[in-house]
């Protein structure tokens, strides 16, 4: 077969980003911005653990500007804050029965398994 013809099929680069990446760029751009402010507020104590909410913030944002940029680095920053932000909403909503750390916990976990299919791993660069 002459790879000229229009027969043959050709290699599809699979480039860019996503529309379901971009989404949950956005949203967790904003979750992690509005914690971070709560924690300089003081919101979640005056202690370690104020330090610890503005540090695990400030590297979940270093890794929705490098998954923006198609990193790998930033792509596993990125599943794990979701999973990690997921498992703690669980752990709020076993302790304050409210109904919305259940439905965001839900929300992220469908984030997160939407970042674990392949045709999204395929288009990260090194």
């Not at 989404?23 to 979640?44: H, K, Q, W, Y």
């Not at 610890?52 to 599943?79: D, E, H, K, N, Q």
């Not at 909503?93 to 109904?99: D, I």
Request: glycine share 10%.
């Amino acid at each position: 077969m002459n790879p000229d013809s229009p027969e043959s099929p050709k290699p599809i680069l699979t480039r860019g980003i996503l529309p379901g990446m971009a989404a949950i760029s956005m949203f967790l751009l904003l979750v992690t911005m509005l914690n971070a402010f709560a924690a300089l507020r003081g919101i979640f104590g005056t202690g370690p653990a104020k330090y610890g909410i503005f540090a695990v913030c400030s590297l979940l944002v270093v890794g929705v500007f490098g998954f923006l940029r198609l990193r790998r680095w930033g792509w596993a920053l990125v599943t794990a804050g979701c999973l990690v932000m997921a498992l703690g909403d669980i752990y709020y909503y076993g302790h304050s029965r409210v109904a919305f750390y259940i439905v965001r916990a839900l929300l992220e976990l469908c984030f997160f398994l939407y970042l674990i299919r392949p045709q999204v791993r395929e288009r990260l660069r090194r």
